[in-house]
């Protein structure tokens, strides 16, 4: 029994030797980090989700939020018991080999390349709304007239592109995490002040009803990508000066996503019902200074948010392309640029030749982010850990029946509504 419980506590102590290189973000910056992984569209599209299952979908809310919380703490795990372990790919690697890596590396970038091109697309559209006669001249040259929403898609690009360059493994891209989870709670009051200040209320038509059975599979994939990042918190735990103190930061930043979420879920189903639109922005009034605040600040959500979730994306491509001595001791910027630009451009392409931007997040909510934040964490801990106890073998695989569930049936309403 003594060297059982020794064994327990080996396979569970932190093993990061002293000489290890660390990251310099601060505690704070990382929590800021780690909550605006979180917190980003879902913000807008939860009020939808809220009203398609009704308020006993919030149990699912919560239990969606509390399996992947335990997921990013197995994550957490898996860094701590191997020191050459850095990225989501490092994890992988180490816990299925280079096939696995390549496959998971397909998975994870995937879904990060789609969810910036969705972010994209969603400042591309909200521009487009706001300045739809925006026009661009120098002299008697006109260079945009119209503001069609591509032209708004590269204008995002250009302003994105300062922070693409910053290599300093997200130490420096905190203070615009911070100003992406600041704009989130910036539209969570603006729109409770639109509730309380502009006649709106809180007792809409359809506000009342507890459950919608037709709409759970739709809640169900909205409620899953209000919880999608996991592949950027190896980023973050490389990013920090002291990573032993992870557990504690994924703790706080998904607790607080969990209530803004919860928050703006409610406020929004109150307020509207049934009447409820997929992004609760074009519900809010424009003529209302509160509405315009919350509009105008959603705005900020893509801008901020961008760079974080590719910054994963252009580690994985520098360190191929990159030596061991180059990219552990920051050497060669001008080729890690020239990958973070390339990458900028393919998304702003993309998203300017396929802006659909409803199908694009069903299809990262019911395929991507079940592999990336429920299966594959489970898969990595059963394969590089040897001992379980009972709790942890019932909880991962409870995790992987329930995350192969809720893919099934999201990738088939999503297939379904692209059909009618």
Known sequence: MENHDQHEELMRTP???????????????????????????????????????????????LAVGGMTLYTALLLNECLNSDPSVR?????????????????????????????????????????????????????????????????????????????????????????VSATGVFSCLIILFSVVCVGLVDGIGFNAEGSSIMLKADGIPTALSLYIVCFAGHPVIPSIYSSMANPRQLRKVLVIGFTVTAVVYMLMATAGYLMYGNEVESQITLNLPTKSVSG???????????????????SPVAEGIEKRV?????????????VRWLIRLALLMSTVIVACLFPH???????????????????????????????????????????????LLAGVVGTYASIANLIV
């Open 15 to 61: 093993l990061i030797p002293t000489d290890q290189t660390t990251g310099s973000s601060s505690f704070l910056k990382a929590c800021f980090n780690a909550t605006n992984a979180l917190l980003g569209i879902g913000l807008l599209t939860v009020p939808y989700a809220l009203s398609s299952g009704g308020w006993l979908s919030l149990f699912l809310f």
């Open 87 to 175: 990225t989501y790919l490092d994890i992988a690697e180490r816990a299925l080999g280079t096939k696995g890596r390549t496959f998971v590396s397909i998975v994870m970038n995937s879904e990060l390349y789609m969810v910036a091109i969705g972010l994209l697309i969603l400042e591309g559209d909200n521009l487009h709304k706001l300045f739809p006669n925006f026009t661009i001249k120098i002299g008697t040259l006109i260079l945009m007239e119209g503001g069609g929403m591509q032209s708004f898609v590269v204008m995002t690009g250009l302003i994105i592109l300062p922070s693409m360059l910053l290599t300093d493994h997200l130490s420096i891209l905190s203070y």
């Open 292 to 310: 315009e605040i919350a509009i105008y600040t959603t705005l900020m959500i893509p801008v901020s948010r961008y760079a974080l979730m590719m």
């Open 322 to 334: 990159l030596s061991e001595e180059d990219y552990y001791y920051k050497k060669k910027k001008g």
């Open 357 to 403: 931007f409803e199908s694009l997040m069903a299809i990262v909510g019911s395929i991507f982010v079940v592999l990336a934040s429920f299966l594959l964490p489970c898969l990595f801990y059963l394969r590089m850990f040897s001992y379980f106890s009972y709790l942890d073998k019932l909880a991962i695989w409870g995790i992987i029946v329930f995350g």
